[in-house]
């Protein structure tokens, strides 16, 4: 039991900075994938985002910022819905809605130096956004 509870201990689980700087890529591919209609991509994105939420909701249960990431929710379901529609409008009022509530939550946990806005340029020069239409 000694020995099993000393391997679980050791077993290698990201860290929640390793979970954020990847919903930071995606939450950048989905504003580039809205951008440009990819409305398949846009909804692979955003259940990449929602994939790593759970994570976080289970793997770091324990740290006292996971009680906060709930408040993200709500935007996510209305940025679904928004793609759901195919609606580049609606999409973007609720990215811009996800970007407030990304920032609302590192100001709740005293990360607020960590300030994310809408994304400028794509993230990787070796991704096509735009032929797949
Ligand atoms: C629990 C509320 C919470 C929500 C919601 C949240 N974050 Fe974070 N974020 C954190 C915490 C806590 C950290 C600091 C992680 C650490 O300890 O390294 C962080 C750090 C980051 C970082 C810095 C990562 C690094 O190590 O360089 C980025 C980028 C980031 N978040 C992006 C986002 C984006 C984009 C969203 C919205 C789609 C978001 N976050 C939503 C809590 C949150």
Redesign the pocket.
Known sequence: MDTLEKKLSETYKP????F??N??VH?EKLWFAGQYQIWKLADFEIHE?MEI?ED?ETYLAE?E?????G??NPAIDSLTLAIQAENLPLFKSSFVN??N??N???R??D?VF?K?KLPETPPFSNQDFSVQK
């Not at 860290?15 to 390793?18: K, Q, T």
């Not at 910022?65 to 990431?69: A, C, G, T, W």
């Open positions: 860290g929640f900075g390793e954020m700087s919903i930071q939450h985002i939420i976080i740290r910022e996971s009680k906060q990431i408040m993200i996800l970007t509530t990304c609302n939550c590192h709740a946990v990360f960590n994310v």
